[in-house]
């Protein structure tokens, strides 16, 4: 044979090489993502990593394990023990550091693209459906967010144990010795430690050999059943049970455990509707974003006269956006992407004719149409198209309300699936030489393409500015965003007095923006009650900071201030006077007195799972502690103990019957507790209605009952009543109109809210 041919053939046999492909896709990936090593700390990185000082506790990494993932808790309980390990072990080594953590979630995703391409090449049978696979996964940007944003790292380290638990049942799936059950079960286990949809993977495992059967001409029920496997999946389930409970008992027992803020998941208060058809939206979300994942258009990116540019940093982060945008032909391209789906952004629907639906009904076709004929075929992509299912049930939002409605993050594990279904389907062993040259130019042009996007969508991950910069401008309707733009301006405003004026304005126009785009966000009244204290107008800055306190999860500048403003004790104070009960409780457990001024700091603070103890000891039938009952009533809604709470007001209003606005209150959480409170909740609401029928609470609260009670009509007479009432400069306002407005939205037919 001619050295030239040889060399030819011995290049081919190389390249063909499992591990020549993974070690590609890692350097892919590490050349993508270098740059991030540089990042600052973003979005949800400041309160999980930088600002959460249990990571700075010597022992802390001993209590991980049964400790919430965010340090106040969350609407979810969420318990992500293996990721917040490492964070611990990071802050133990190198403090907080930003580089460090980066350069971990670089080489993680560098890993797992590896795995991927070795995983392809398993499931494929062809060393170029690795190549083909890896690189698509390893350069498509909708990864970005999980390797640019260090909380990522729960998404990344859980998929790379479902990889690896995939790998370990197609290697020993013929010869599934006890050992090697144990040592799958102990990836399963080490993928639901890091995010909890890890655990799925065992149901994609039994898909996987349902394919494999159907392959190789075997019945699905075929023996030998693999029961040890069972039985390791069984102990699996079993500890992780326990680890919730422990979590939830122990971890959770004094954090505040809340619902789901609607602008996380507008799909909490959505109609029947709603709930069975934004699943199809959010489908075509997600393939929108897979097949194009860059808008178009010819405008220029940042309006030179945008409010959003006028602070110290925006030039900055003005300049690093720039290579989000280039030119092709008199074309601008910019990222599609966004981290963050606000309810204006991704709305709910009712009916699938929106574009965006359609696309999801057209991707479920796609899925159903090759899942039947890859069944026929018995081809082993079948495991891969019946697994895209499970890995995206919970994200879906479908069986389970999760904390938001759609994340590109929650894509992950989809996205393991995806190329190595589309790449499945090629023929390689047909192809002629010409068509493996055409196929691999083809590929080499979409993974420089993808590659390009990812780098413009990970600049915007490099600053919190950046990232604040580029959604207030590429994706305005993001209400989270404005209103964290508006609190940024704030920011500046209140340490820069020479431009106080100037910045203020700016952070109101923001801040009333985050407000139009959906009511009910804290930090947006927050920064107009801060402003109003300023400018000091206090009667304004308390209705503000009084409505931000309420919907806020935590203690904050809001409160700070309403102390400022009724002399009240500040948040160390606080501290200070919990530590001092506690101590004088130590010496004298039976102080009642002792134990009422601790109820009442600990609701203060927002622990009221401390408190409860107190107040169902202090709080009996006879009680007539106007005050410590209502501070039960308000500790029982913070753990969502409606029920509770609502037979707390029927003693409130026994107490004080002429209050109209505890009988508006009570109404609101009778209604919410639902069963055989509504009947008092009716009542309440029209006793308010009837003491004070100038007040719009009162009416929205009896519009409240009939949307509960399933009469929207009566509904939408009372909300549009309670919104005549209120004044314009009532901040409650905008939130009556957004309640009507979701009202209407059940039903197409009905006027428009004003």
């Known amino acids: 044979m001619p050295k030239r041919l040889q060399e030819s053939r011995d290049l081919r046999q190389w390249l063909a090489r499992p591990a020549v492909a993974a070690a590609t896709c890692a350097v892919v990936a590490l050349i993508l993502y270098g740059p991030a090593i540089f990042h600052e700390f973003t979005y949800d990185d400041v309160s999980i990593v930088a600002n959460d000082t249990r990571l700075d506790e010597p022992l802390f990494g001993l209590e991980v394990w049964v400790s919430p993932w965010w340090k106040n808790g969350s609407a979810m309980m969420e318990s992500r023990p293996l990721v917040t390990f490492t964070f611990w072990l990071q802050s133990q080594i190198h403090g907080k550091i930003p580089m460090p953590f980066m350069a971990v979630n670089i080489v993680l995703f560098a890993i797992l693209s590896a795995q991927v391409a070795l995983l392809s090449w398993r499931w494929i049978g062809h060393a170029w459906g690795g190549w083909a696979a890896g690189l698509l996964f390893a350069a498509h940007p909708i990864h970005v967010e999980v390797v640019a944003n260090v909380v990522g790292r729960a998404e990344t380290l859980s998929a790379i144990f479902v990889v690896l638990a995939m790998q370990l049942w197609l290697r020993w799936r013929d010869n599934l010795t006890n050992r090697r059950a144990v040592l799958i079960g102990v990836t399963i286990l080490l993928a639901g430690l890091s995010k909890e949809s890890g655990y799925l993977v065992a149901p994609m495992l039994g898909v996987i050999e349902i394919a494999w059967r159907r392959k190789e001409h075997r019945p699905i029920l075929d023996k030998p059943i693999p029961w040890n496997f069972v039985v390791v999946v069984m102990i699996v389930a079993g500890l992780a049970i326990t680890q919730r409970t422990v979590m939830r008992d122990i971890g959770g027992a004094n954090h505040r455990i809340v619902m789901v803020s609607d602008i996380d998941n507008p799909l909490m208060t959505a109609s029947a509707t709603e709930r069975i058809c934004t699943p199809v939206k959010v489908v075509g979300q997600i393939g929108r974003l897979i097949l194009m994942p860059v808008d178009v258009d010819r405008t220029e990116p940042l309006p030179q006269d945008d409010p959003a540019l006028e602070h110290p940093g925006a030039r900055a982060a003005a300049k690093a956006m720039s290579p989000n945008t280039w030119r092709f032909w008199d074309w601008r391209w910019y990222s599609a992407q966004s981290p963050d ?65 759609f994340g590109e993050r929650l894509t992950t594990q989809l996205t393991l699936f995806l190329p190595i279904a589309i790449v499945g389907l090629i023929p390689f062993d047909r192809l002629t030489r010409r068509g493996v040259w055409a196929a691999a130019v083809g590929l080499a042009i979409v993974v420089w393409g993808l590659g390009v996007a990812t780098q413009n969508y990970r600049s915007v991950w490099s600053a919190g500015d950046n990232l604040n910069v580029y959604m207030v401008n590429r994706h305005p309707l993001s209400g989270r965003f404005q209103a964290f733009m508006a609190r940024r301006l704030m920011a500046f405003g209140l340490a820069i007095p020479e431009k106080r004026k100037d910045f203020f304005e700016y952070a109101e126009y923001h801040a009333d923006l985050a407000d139009e785009y959906w009511p009910r966000q804290a930090i947006a009244n927050m920064v107009r009650g801060v402003i109003a204290y300023e400018r000091g107008d206090l009667v304004t800055a308390k209705k503000l900071l009084t409505l931000a306190a309420q919907w806020d999860s935590s203690l904050g500048l809001a409160e700070e201030y309403l102390a400022k403003i009724e002399g009240g004790p500040t948040l160390e104070e606080l501290k200070k006077r919990r530590a001092q009960l506690e101590a004088q409780l130590e010496k004298d457990p039976d102080n009642r007195q002792d134990k009422r001024a601790l109820a009442m700091v600990l609701v203060k603070l927002k622990k009221p799972g401390g408190a409860i103890k107190y107040f169902e000891e202090l709080c009996t039938p006879e009680s007539d502690d106007v005050e410590l009952l209502a501070a039960y009533a308000d500790a029982l809604l913070l753990l969502n103990r409606f029920g509770s709470a609502a037979d707390i007001y029927v003693h409130r209003i026994r107490l004080e019957p002429g209050r109209w606005d505890l009988y508006s209150d009570g109404a609101i959480v009778a209604t919410y507790a639902g069963g055989t409170h509504l009947k008092i909740a009716k009542q309440w609401a029209e006793e308010a209605v009837r003491l004070n029928p100038d007040a719009p609470e009162a009416w929205m609260a009896l519009g409240q009952w009939y949307q509960t009670s399933g009469d929207p009509t009566s509904a939408e007479k009372y909300y549009r009543e309670g919104i005549r009432r209120a004044p314009p400069d009532d901040p409650k306002r905008s939130h009556y109109q957004l309640m009507l407005e979701r009202l209407l939205s059940t039903d197409k037919t009905r006027t428009k809210a004003p």
């Open 341 to 405: 789906y606000s309810p204006r952004m991704l709305m709910p629907t009712n009916h699938l004719g929106e574009p965006l639906s359609l696309l999801g009904l057209a991707c479920l076709l796609v899925w159903g149409g090759l899942t039947i004929w890859t069944w026929r075929k018995r081809s082993p992509i079948l495991g891969a198209l019946l697994a895209m299912p499970i890995a995206w049930a919970i994200p879906s939002n479908t069986f389970l309300l999760i904390g938001t409605i």
